[in-house]
């Protein structure tokens, strides 16, 4: 399976404020996938990150407030925009086991906690 | 957006006793996955069933996909306190994952 980085593993930020959150990955991978999971809680799809096009987001989710970046296969961005204590959560990414077909397994990256003050 | 409804929420068991964990849906899923996931840490995958009626089992665990693919069951044995830990089933629907709740187990020595 592939192996997937993200950075940073953790922040702490100020309300008002975004932070970026990258997730590389060693291998091309087709399809991308951002995560949340807030404190207890299991994992809510945000959006899915597409190569060379604008992200596909879930209901409740908008491009405004976590725009996405996927610039080639192996790399993309999540950025939380004009965070609140609200966005407190985990943030994960997870790709499909590659080989340049879409597939039903995903892996994950070990994750990025986000506290907002 | 299908449900996936997971059971029992938490779990607490004294090291060597059997668990079940259960994920239940209304819908069908051209797969499944059972993660597992410690704090501070990603998702780890434990196995995809991807056949109606298949078991696998993993060590002490075994995995079962409902005969209509909408149910799956997670069977641990004899249970040890490295067992510990967040416990996902997620369906796969249109290359997407609906995770279930999860299962927050916790075995004591």
């Known amino acids: 399976s592939a192996v997937i980085s993200q950075k940073p593993s953790r922040d702490i930020c100020q309300r008002g404020t975004s932070l970026t959150i990258q997730c590389q990955v060693d291998?091309?991978?087709?399809?991308m996938f951002w995560y949340r999971q807030q404190p207890g809680q299991s994992l809510t799809l945000i959006a899915t990150?597409?190569?060379?096009?604008?992200?596909?987001?879930e209901s409740g989710f908008v491009i405004d407030k976590f725009p996405i970046s996927r610039p080639n296969l192996t790399f993309s961005t999540l950025t939380v925009s004009n965070m609140s204590p609200e966005d407190s959560s985990i943030y994960l990414c997870s790709v499909d086991n590659s080989g340049g077909r879409a597939t039903d397994t995903q892996y994950f990256g070990p994750g990025t906690r986000l506290t907002v003050l | 957006t299908q449900l996936l409804e997971q059971s029992p929420q938490f779990l607490s068991i004294q090291e060597g006793e059997n668990l079940t964990v259960y994920c239940n849906s209304s819908?069908?899923?051209?797969?499944l996955q059972w993660y597992r996931q410690e704090p501070g840490e990603g998702p780890v995958l434990l196995v995809t069933v991807v056949t109606g009626g298949e078991v696998k089992k993993l060590k002490r665990l075994t995995f079962q996909f409902g005969d209509a693919r909408k149910d799956s069951s997670l069977h641990i044995t004899a249970a040890q306190t490295g067992d510990t830990g967040l416990y996902l089933c997620?369906?796969?629907?249109?290359?997407?994952?609906?995770f279930g709740q999860g299962t927050e187990l916790s075995v004591k020595p």
């Open positions: 819908s069908v899923f051209s797969s």
């Open positions: 990150a597409n190569q060379g096009s604008e992200a596909t987001y």
């Open positions: 291998s091309q991978v087709t399809m």
């Open positions: 997620a369906g796969s629907q249109g290359g997407k994952l609906i």
